[in-house]
């Protein structure tokens, strides 16, 4: 089978490519080549896809003696990830730029082009398993990637391979120590990778600009402080709420809504965070069907953590394909442009993925 192996300079893409090689397969290493300004976008662990990643990469495929090319993806990374990333925050949305990568970069873009070129299939370095065609977590619970991928349909997962699933990570640097590969010890990237300095709201200030507003009381409607823009906030915030008083009742204020509209920032007592029901559009089934009824599953609403018992319908929401979750618990801190990812509730299947939706409101 001819397999594209994307390569991102880290360990994980290095490993999985060293598996599908090992397992016979005729592999070719791509980076994908993501900023206009690739030396500006790597500050130690942070950040990612500058010019010592792609090194890193093709280092990698000398060793595995695999061909290996660099694609330049940077203006659809732009148009497809950052510029929705920064119109998400500006519309008062919690977005997980991850999500969009992989749904309309990595398993979109570059798997379209790897097909027109005659590869049966794309190989990452994502921690997730492929089991008879379903997508489950990774082996590795604080590694699992499923959540980011829950996007991906069923058609793009038939083309998908991720070999380093079925292993922990230590075990991973462990095998590629003994492979040879120089990114054994690389650290990990951490935080969003378009934005090195780890400074999120300083990015989208710079992007946005000032858009005043005012942060009001949830109880009384008192405005207790100025703000420069909703972009500098997100459900559940405790801190950097410019407010100079704690509560009446000395207990912490925490923000509970936000509408970009009105610029208006709403902050509230801890208990007027609790969600029960969630709508989200943009669904997916990653069987390549919605299901006919209710579903019973385990809704996740954060990339680590923000899970609950719950009860999934099928819709049709602001005419696209949506889906209704009446949580059993209520969860706190979800945010509109988060995903909501499915998961089979049983213990045994727990770990399989059902489906997925962007996060449109929340009772």
Not at 41 to 51: A, D, E, I, V
Not at 130 to 146: C, H, N, P, W
Not at 268 to 287: F, M, Q, Y
């Amino acid at each position: 089978m001819r397999v594209l192996a994307a390569m991102s300079g880290g360990v994980d893409s290095a490993v999985a490519a060293a598996r599908a090689v090992e397992a016979g397969h005729d592999v070719v290493g791509v980076h994908l080549a993501l900023s206009t300004a690739p030396g500006a976008l790597r500050t130690g662990s942070r950040g990612c896809c500058s010019r010592e990643d792609a090194d890193d990469a093709r280092r990698a495929a000398d060793v595995l003696g695999i061909p290996f090319y660099v694609w330049d993806f940077a203006q659809r990374f732009r148009e497809d990830v950052i510029d929705d990333f920064v119109a998400a925050y500006a519309a008062g949305e919690t977005p997980n730029p991850c999500l969009s990568c992989n749904e309309k970069i990595k398993f979109s873009a570059l798997a379209e082009k790897a097909a027109a070129l005659g590869f049966d299939a794309l190989a990452t370095g994502h921690y997730a398993r492929l089991v008879d065609g379903e997508l489950r977590r990774a082996v590795d619970e604080d590694k699992d990637q499923s959540y980011v991928l829950a996007v991906l349909t069923d058609d793009q997962l038939r083309r998908a391979m991720f070999p380093v699933g079925d292993t922990p990570k230590p075990q991973i640097r462990e095998e590629a120590a003994r492979r040879g590969l120089l990114v054994a010890d690389k650290p990990d990237s951490h935080d969003i990778c378009f934005i090195p300095t780890g400074d999120t709201r300083a990015f989208l200030g710079a992007k946005i600009g000032v858009r005043p507003g005012a942060v009001v009381d949830a109880e009384s409607g008192e405005k207790l402080a100025d703000h420069a823009g909703v972009h500098g906030f997100t459900i559940g915030q405790r801190k950097g709420l410019g407010i100079d008083a704690p509560a009446p009742d000395g207990a912490p204020r925490y923000v509970t809504a936000i509408d970009a509209a009105t610029a208006t920032v709403t902050v509230g007592p801890s208990s007027a965070l609790g969600v029960s029901r969630i709508a989200a559009r943009h669904a997916v089934w990653t069987s390549g069907s919605a299901p006919a009824g209710p579903v019973e599953c385990v809704v996740q609403v954060r990339a680590h953590g923000g899970l609950a018992p719950a009860v999934a319908l099928a819709v049709v929401l602001d005419g696209e394909p949506g889906i209704e979750i009446e949580l059993r618990e209520p969860l706190t801190g979800v945010a509109r442009g988060q995903a909501a990812v499915l998961y089979a509730p049983d213990p045994v299947r727990g770990d399989l993925v059902l489906g997925s939706g962007r996060i449109a409101d929340t009772v």
